[in-house]
């Protein structure tokens, strides 16, 4: 079974850009996860999706977004990129769906490392 | 609101010793607690999960974890550590109802030969 597979390993973008980021969570998995890693602040939840709804968010401006697809593949946006936002960008994947889950743990993609210059 | 606090930001430890790496939770409904691992450039992966029964749960490469919920804690344990055990560790909990999981700040640990 295939893990979770993030898109692009390694970004480098110039503060005011855009960038969009790729997960394709593990088969069968229907929630999929974003966080955001830095050595300052850890490990910092972004938002969760759950059959293409947002259930989940964290504390972030407007300018972080994200989105998911019918086959559970998401994005997330980040616009008007600032040099705070250098980070390592983690996706996660669990089955989801009704409290009956809520014991399952997440999956983890190996990230997006992205550098603000 | 629910928290998890790991108390240790790094551990570092000799190689053949023992190690504990503490983790402190709080919550108002019951939860159930997971200590995952992250090595270098890698995303985190799940080393041990408590659910519920026995209290005392275990990995594939000799770590323990104790869940005791009179101390609202869920330490980490290996009895013998080796160089290959250096990575960072988070302490996390969900709890029944929930979508979301709540991590820990994370601990450093470092085995020295």
């Known amino acids: 079974k295939a893990g979770v597979t993030q898109t692009p390993r390694y970004l480098i973008k110039t503060r005011g850009q855009q960038v969009t980021l790729s997960c394709s969570p593990i088969?069968?998995?229907?929630?999929v996860s974003w966080y955001q890693q830095t050595p300052g602040q850890g490990l910092q939840f972004l938002f969760e999706?759950?059959?293409?709804?947002?259930?989940n968010k964290g504390n972030f401006p407007g300018r972080f977004s994200g989105r998911q697809f019918s086959n559970s593949r998401s994005e997330m946006n980040v616009s008007t990129l600032e040099l705070g936002d250098s980070a390592l960008y983690l996706c996660?994947?669990?089955?989801?769906?009704?409290?009956?889950?809520?014991?399952?743990?997440?999956?983890f993609g190996d990230g997006t490392r992205l550098s603000i210059l | 609101a629910q928290s998890v606090t790991q108390l240790d930001s790094q551990v570092p430890v000799f190689e053949e010793a023992p190690v504990e790496l503490r983790c402190n939770y709080s919550?108002?409904?019951?939860?159930?607690l997971f200590w995952y691992v992250q090595y270098p450039n890698q995303g985190l992966q799940l080393l041990l999960k408590?659910?519920?029964?026995?209290?005392l749960v275990e990995s594939i490469n000799g770590f323990e974890a104790e869940f005791n919920k009179s101390q609202t804690s869920f330490h980490l344990r290996k009895p013998s550590v080796h160089i290959s055990d250096t990575a960072e560790y988070f302490c996390?909990?969900?709890?029944?109802?929930?979508?979301?999981?709540?991590f820990g700040a994370g601990t450093r640990l470092f085995v020295k030969a």
């Open positions: 408590y659910l519920s029964g026995s209290t």
């Open positions: 088969s069968g998995h229907r929630s």
């Open positions: 919550s108002s409904v019951s939860v159930y």
């Open positions: 996660a994947s669990s089955l989801g769906g009704s409290q009956l889950y809520s014991n399952q743990p997440q999956h």
């Open positions: 999706y759950f059959s293409e709804t947002q259930r």
């Open positions: 996390a909990l969900s709890n029944t109802g929930g979508f979301k999981t709540i």
